[in-house]
């Protein structure tokens, strides 16, 4: 029977732990968000096709066990997942008629076991944008007491039975002003289980306005699941339609009842959208969820929900600390002015030893910029942009990559295409590997490697140390825009078109 245990951090942070071999049942494997594995064998490299596949005329040293174990093709974009647990992997895709799909598959073979397809959403609001480039599920899925919850391209947080296996689903919910009736959702072959689901959009308490994609990875914690609506700008970039949306709201885990939201205001200080997830440690003893909002703004706050205001409202999060990483850019001389510098936070905190870990991003399609990495002093309260900062690194450009961090080296990259290995306590530069694309994904920390895909479709597999050192390249078929996991002795990579498996032989080679 396959089991997940988890080892709890040194100093004081119960959720930095790694993840010991087995199963990666949500994003970074934890919910420190610290994607450190203790996998051991994993390939340094592998050939995108099954050594048969080599031509006949192929030299000795080029038959050698490619790794590969096996492949599954998809569709055209992929950003949600992998991941694994009790024997199947989840994934979350786009659909050919321009929609979304989450997916089961089989963890030994890959083989399809059910398919969700969502289709996209309708509406006549001429000022929205939202999934105009058919990404479709952006999330990547969590794992947690036999259920599933994925936020969906129509900015639903969706609970379903991870086997597939129906429910009695809650009737759609009309989406006041859209101008058209939703589909509801449709499954192709199997039926599959929707246990709940939550519309971000139609309910009047969240009233999300989401730009581009939503995203999140939702973190699941006790009965709660807490989950950011993907808030943002008009089509024009102009205003923010719904500045009192809520950034981060939490659920119950069982029905999807909305129990409470932030009330901080965020969206009256947005740049262009939130795209970042929940991460959660305890620091002395107390325990916090931190977020990286869309001002650029990292905010940490108590998990147990405060009674709501006004007598049948959503209760709310009460925000422990807040630290602004531009600010701190600032200070350490990162930006000349505001259109090359502050961003939004798109990647996910992470907790280790005591502190988080975040850096500032923006949009892909906005191009390279000036950016920042701070270290925060998790234990404090109230604004610790000043006496909070530990560190700031003002060398890293804009990035969407969340770190890892293993040893006391971090490990991160930028939108550049660079690759580095910081100090955890100094933030000093140890290394740096400059690659030919742009980088999108985050790195995996496992069996003494360090893997980073990139938006050129290479994989890049450092050895984790102070000094660098390349153990592989591989060459694979479109850009790496999720990032790579490991399970079960078993590296995963998932393309835009390509989930990968990958498995040392025998032998260990």
């Known amino acids: 029977m396959r089991r997940m245990a988890l080892m ?3 100093a004081g942070c119960l959720l930095a732990q790694r993840s010991l071999a087995g199963d990666w049942p949500q994003w970074c494997g934890n919910a420190a968000r610290n994607a450190v594995s203790a996998e051991t064998r994993l390939p340094a490299a592998f050939s995108p096709s099954p050594a048969s596949a080599a031509a006949p005329e192929a030299p000795a040293a080029e038959a050698e066990p490619t790794h590969l174990k096996w492949k599954l093709r998809l569709n055209t974009h992929a950003y949600g997942g992998p991941v694994v647990a009790d024997g199947k992997i989840f994934i979350g895709t786009n659909n050919h008629d321009g929609g979304g799909a989450v997916m089961g598959l089989e963890e030994a073979t890959g083989r399809a076991l059910w398919r969700l397809t969502i289709p996209r959403m309708l509406t006549e609001w001429k000022d929205f944008n939202y999934d105009d480039l058919s990404l479709g599920v952006c999330s990547t899925p969590t794992l947690a007491d036999h259920r599933l919850f994925v936020v969906t391209n129509r900015d639903e947080m969706v609970c379903l039975d991870p086997d597939g296996k129906s429910h009695a689903a809650e009737p759609d919910v009309a989406r006041p002003n859209a101008g058209s009736e939703q589909p509801p959702l449709t499954t192709d072959s199997n039926a599959v289980g929707i246990v709940w689901r939550f519309d971000m959009i139609a309910d009047k308490d969240v009233n999300s306005w989401p730009q581009d994609a939503a995203d999140c990875s939702v973190l699941v914690h006790g009965e709660h699941v807490f989950v950011c609506p993907s808030n943002g700008v008009n089509r024009g970039h102009t205003i923010v339609p719904h500045p009192d949306a809520p950034s981060l709201i939490v659920l119950d885990k069982h029905t999807g009842r909305l129990i409470a939201r932030d009330f901080e205001q965020v969206g009256h200080r947005l740049f262009h959208g939130e795209w970042s997830s929940p991460a959660l440690g305890e620091v002395n003893g107390r325990t916090l969820v931190v977020f990286g909002g869309g001002d650029g703004v990292c905010y940490a706050f108590d998990p147990v929900p405060a009674a709501p205001a006004v007598e049948g409202a959503p209760g709310v999060l009460k925000c422990v600390w807040h630290f602004d990483v531009n600010a701190a850019a600032k200070r350490g001389g990162a930006y000349k002015n505001n259109v090359t510098g502050p961003s939004e936070i798109i990647a996910t905190p992470v907790f280790y030893h005591n502190r988080v870990y975040v850096g500032v991003g923006q949009d892909p399609r906005h191009g390279q910029g000036r950016g920042a990495l701070a270290c925060i002093d998790a234990s404090g309260s109230g604004d610790v942009t000043a006496n909070g900062l530990v560190w700031v690194n003002t060398d890293i450009d804009r990035s969407l990559t969340t770190v890892a961090i293993q040893d006391g080296i971090l490990y991160t990259a930028d939108f550049s295409g660079r690759i580095f290995a910081l100090d955890a306590d100094t933030g000093r530069e140890l290394w740096r590997h400059v690659t030919d694309g742009p980088i999108w994904s985050s790195p995996l920390v496992a069996d003494g490697k360090v893997y980073v895909g990139t938006d050129t479709g290479v994989l890049w597999t450092f050895a984790a140390s102070r000094e660098l050192k390349i153990l592989g390249e591989t060459h694979l078929d479109s850009p790496i825009s ?27 080679r």
């Not at 490991?486 to 390509?498: E, I, K, P, S």
């Open 8 to 10: 709890t951090a040194a």
């Open 482 to 508: 999720t990032s790579p996991i490991a399970a079960n002795g078993v590296l995963y990579v998932m393309t835009q078109r390509w989930l990968y498996a990958a498995a040392s032989s025998a032998d260990g």
